[in-house]
């Protein structure tokens, strides 16, 4: 399915070959490696305006995040509520999830068909024959094979055999040691680039995906060293992949840097609690009232307890009156 992309590939390196190749030599080193470099580059370069599209949208997910745990919360349970409703908070501030994948899926077929190519520079296992494939000739398959790049071939691996290292006039120390310095170096820019990003996650209040890139730190180092050593990829396909973490790197600290931080969007309000009405309780009085009912009792009372002492007082006198006339 991919023999297109890699055909697109292989012509697009030897392209660069031969313009390479009056100033440095058909078969020297630095034309195959600075191809190899050069085709890195033009194919990251190619997929530049989708590794902002997909920082853009990254960072605008990351600023939704108040808004979509408050989602949560308010429709817990309801799957169906909630799903409209996070598709209507993303419509409304223009994010799609699916444009930060989007890059990824696009960039995969052309990170294949670059190892594909690279990887086939090498004679057929266990012999010195050359054979061609993808459009490059057996002669310039051989003659890539052969090139050094610090006295390492492009076709040697860390775990080369001797018979193959003696036929490419090639010493085993050299070749471990280039290995694993190239090995090193992509290791250390790989952390590098996940610590940029952790950084300004970090600085952003973005705390979550901070811990997940925190991980990402320390296990991806180690896979290029299970790659590159463990498994023994050969020096031009460490090459690439040392040019495109490098790229990387300084392609994310430029683009980051260049991004002003973008608030995180509030949590919307939370409704007020439902009246008493609407609970079926009965009304409370309210304050007000209240205290003028305090007001009115006690005048109310007063004028009752006066009464009665007014009645008793002037039966008292009468009945005085009357003891004196008798």
């Known amino acids: ?3 297109f992309l890699y055909e697109a590939v292989a012509r ?5 070959h031969s313009g390479l ?3 440095f030599g058909a078969g020297s080193g630095w034309s195959w490696g600075l191809s190899i470099v050069l085709l890195t ?8 305006p989708l590794f902002v599209k997909q920082i853009k949208t990254q960072r605008m997910m990351q600023t939704l995040q108040p808004r979509m745990k408050e989602l949560q919360t308010r429709h ?5 509520t909630l799903q409209q409703e996070t598709m209507k908070l993303y419509k409304e501030h223009g994010a799609n999830p699916l444009a930060g994948c989007l890059p990824i899926l696009l960039q995969i077929p052309v990170f294949i068909a670059l190892f594909h190519v ?6 057929v296992k266990g012999t010195n024959i050359y054979h061609g494939h993808d459009g490059i000739s057996a002669s310039l398959v051989e003659s890539a094979a052969h090139a050094k790049i610090f006295g390492a071939p492009i076709a040697s691996s860390f775990h080369s055999s001797t018979s193959l290292l003696q036929s490419l006039n090639a010493t085993p120390t050299t070749v471990k040691v280039v290995a694993a310095i190239m090995v090193a170096l992509m290791g250390a820019t790989t952390f590098w680039t996940q610590r940029q990003l952790m950084a300004r996650n970090t600085a952003d209040g973005n705390t979550q995906f901070a811990a997940q890139q925190k991980i990402l730190l320390y296990v991806l180092p180690f896979t290029f060293v299970f790659s590159g050593i463990v498994y023994g990829f050969p020096i031009g396909v460490l090459l690439y992949w040392l040019t495109t973490n490098v790229w990387s790197m300084a392609q994310q600290h430029v683009v980051i840097s260049k991004m002003t931080p973008v608030p995180a969007v509030a949590a919307a309000a939370a409704p007020p609690p439902p009246t008493r009405a609407a609970r079926g309780l009965p009304a409370v009085a309210k304050p007000a ?5 305090a007001a009115v009792t006690p005048s109310v009372s007063a004028a009752a307890t006066r009464r009665p002492a007014g009645s008793g007082g002037k039966t008292r006198r009468g009945r005085s009156r009357r003891g004196g006339r008798r």
Do not use: C, H, Q, Y
């Open 1 to 3: 399915m991919l023999n």
């Open 21 to 23: 190749s009056p100033v």
């Open 76 to 80: 817990k349970g309801d799957r169906e």
């Open 118 to 123: 690279l990887n086939g520079i090498k004679p």
């Open 41 to 48: 580059m033009l194919m990251r370069l190619l997929l530049f």
């Open 12 to 16: 697009i390196i030897l392209t660069i």
């Open 289 to 293: 009232e209240v205290r003028g009912a």
